[in-house]
T-cell receptor
Framework: RKEVEQDPGPFNVPEGATVAFNCTYS??????FFWYRQDCRKEPKLLMS???SGNEDGRFTAQLNRASQYISLLIRDSKLSDSATYLC??????????FGKGNQVVVIP | NAGVTQTPKFQVLKTGQSMTLQCAQD?????MSWYRQDPGMGLRLIHY???????DQGEVPNGYNVSRSTTEDFPLRLELAAPSQTSVYFC???????????FGSGTRLTVV
């Protein structure tokens, strides 16, 4: 079983709509969790850390469910500039990160 | 602050050649890592370091060597390049915990 699994999509989202996706992780001892954004041919950039209580940053909301070992990301009021690949990332200890393959989001005008 | 600086940005090697990908960070981060990214594979950890003088293997270490003589620098060495090493290579650094990693802009390597 892969350490981090994501449905690659693509997720075609009308502008202004809400999109949500999950990822699952296999290591129950994982310590911290992140969502990264990666634009085509660019480096990944940290979007937000994910906390057990859930957290929100503007139009983005992240949730963590440790019991079921999944992480979610919700994007409200999608903008054209949100088109990117969203990477689910898990810290498995000693700051060794495991990456999912990413959810590709395409926001359509 | 420059963040994480990778050089070169592009490189073409012939099979069997050697080269070093450079990575430097100016944020005094303890943790540094090298990843490769291939289509359909996501990012895979090659080697990582938890501090100067300490390195360890990641998921795909074969064919690569690293050293960490200073906090700032974490070069990746390819001794005998093979076409299977054609990839985009990212270096990243972190202070640990909830702060995640900061990535360099990548090196696009083609081995012919």
């Amino acid at each position: 079983r892969k350490e981090v699994e994501q449905d690659p999509g693509p997720f075609n989202v009308p502008e202004g709509a809400t999109v949500a996706f999950n990822c699952t992780y296999s290591n129950s001892a994982s310590q911290s969790f992140f969502w990264y954004r990666q634009d085509c041919r660019k480096e990944p950039k940290l979007l937000m850390s994910v906390y057990s209580s859930g957290n929100e940053d503007g139009r983005f909301t992240a949730q963590l469910n440790r019991a079921s070992q999944y992480i979610s990301l919700l994007i409200r009021d999608s903008k054209l500039s949100d088109s990117a690949t969203y990477l689910c990332v898990v810290n498995n200890g000693n700051n060794r990160l495991a990456f999912g393959k990413g959810n590709q989001v395409v926001v359509i005008p | 602050n420059a963040g994480v600086t990778q050089t070169p940005k592009f490189q073409v090697l012939k099979t069997g050649q050697s080269m070093t990908l450079q990575c430097a960070q100016d944020m005094n981060h303890e943790y540094m890592s090298w990843y490769r990214q291939d289509p359909g594979m996501g990012l895979r950890l090659i080697h990582y370091s938890v501090g100067a003088g300490i390195t360890d293997q990641g998921e795909v270490p074969n064919g690569y060597n690293v050293s960490r003589s200073t906090t700032e620098d974490f070069p990746l060495r390819l001794e005998l390049a093979a076409p299977s090493q054609t990839s985009v290579y990212f270096c990243a650094s972190s202070s640990g915990g909830p702060y995640g990693y900061t990535f360099g802009s990548g090196t696009r390597l083609t081995v012919v």
